[in-house]
């Protein structure tokens, strides 16, 4: 929650920004990729900056250089950059790192789920994530009626507040002649080029493996990535039957009751029917070794998968879902769960070794209130964990500070490999000339200190309470403009674009050579003879 002074702050600037939140500023962009200032590529109010004396980090190097930004853009990376203008802002770097800002490829803001609807919403949620140096995030659209155009048409309206720059990836929930029709439209009209794939949540989200080829199938056309949650949800509500006739009610029933097991299994079955119809896969909310090693696997043999762990599934463990106090033991209850100690450990070490390509959060959050629903059934817990706001800071601290992986790492798996995987780079993702201005200033020798009483989602308990760690965000610019400074956020509802993502991204590269190949390697059909009787 935010402090007294900085609501206050918010609160101004949500006021004096109603005007523009009435304006069409976040309307959806005509022209995927274009760096203009009608389509997220420029701040468009003229705002120039020189960052000075930094050292910038892009995923392919690390240099001494200044930065010079005009109108929500990166116009030039280089060594001593002259000032000569009072109207540029100089910003001092020294000593500190120039990054791409984050993008977080997995979030879930006001998302109606399990009986309720997730705390933070389009503003919220983004002046959390800036907070936290994310300055792009994906949400997920989650069909109503099983209808994608209305699924969509409500996460416009969610967006209008929006204060950051943010896409969307699809859900699909049902299957039918008009949901195929309908993902070429939101692929070819609306820039969605991922759909996702729930293998859990029996009788809601959950798919069957019919539906999954289906869907795997028409993504591989269209050029869309196609995602799974995998766990086995037959099995997940067998277990959850079995866990009650124990008398298991309360959250660590949660965890028991879907074991990594069922992770393991449904991501081997996701994989292995994504290579039956030799298309590319993206595991979201990669939480165990059994899932890990299934990936590690496939992508030993040549498959194109990859792995999203999450900031929850890295560093936190299940131990607290043990707690004897109810409000929080169940804020730690996600899916799939937080793992027993040692998950974390592998995750993290996959992470560097490149076998785990991106973080994400998987951010649904709920407030203590809404966790009560499962007060006395763990299975109405609603299942979500935070992490917007902390992801970057915690990625830094746990994995940098380590010597786990190095600076420049560390922007490939917060930032630049979700903007290639899709297809947004360089214009996000990137420090470089022509790219958006969404940029983070990090001093390293500085410290923070994580909890409910100072982050900006709405919900009064945080998975990380307490957390310390080196490393702090100091200055957040969002398209040119600096929106988080000396602990303040500057930022309006309805100012954030809409980013399309365009298909066939790099991970679709030469599927149709490898099809012609196995194609070329069937043997001809046998010609028999037919012996009259
Ligand atoms: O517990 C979770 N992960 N909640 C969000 C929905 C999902 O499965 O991604
Ligand atoms: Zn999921
Ligand atoms: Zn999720």
Redesign the pocket.
Known sequence: MATPSRRLLLLLLAVSAAAAASHPAHEFCAAAGAADAGCGGGGGDGTRILIKGGTVVNAHRAEEADVYIEDGVVVAVRPNIPVGDDNVRVIDATGKYVMPGGIDP?T?LA?E?MGTVTIDDFFSGHAAALAGGTTMHID?VIPVGGNLTAGLESYRQKAAKAAMDYGFHMAITKWNDEVAREMEVMVKEHGINSF?F?M??KGS?MVTDDLLLQGLQKCKSLGALAMV?AENGDAVAEGQKRMFDLGITGPEGHALSRPPILEGEATARAIRLAKFINTPLYV??VMSIDAMEEIAKAKREGQRVIGEP?VSGLVLDDSLLWDPDFTIASKY????PIREAGHGKALQAALSSGILQLVGT?H?TFNSTQKAFGSDDFRKI????NGLEERMHIIWDSMVETGKISVTDYVRVTSTECAKIFNIYPRKGAILEGSDADIIILNPERSFVMGAHTHHSRSNTNVYEGRKGKGLVEVTISRGRVVWEDDILNIAPGSGRYVRMPPFGYVFDGIEKSDAAYRASLRAPVQRRVVAA
């Not at 209850?333 to 799939?336: A, C, G, T």
């Not at 609603?382 to 964990?385: A, H, Q, R, Y």
């Open positions: 997995h879930h998302m789920f997920f996702k729930f859990a949540y989200l949650h979201v909310h999450v209850v996600m899916s799939p998987d649904c609603p299942n979500g964990v």
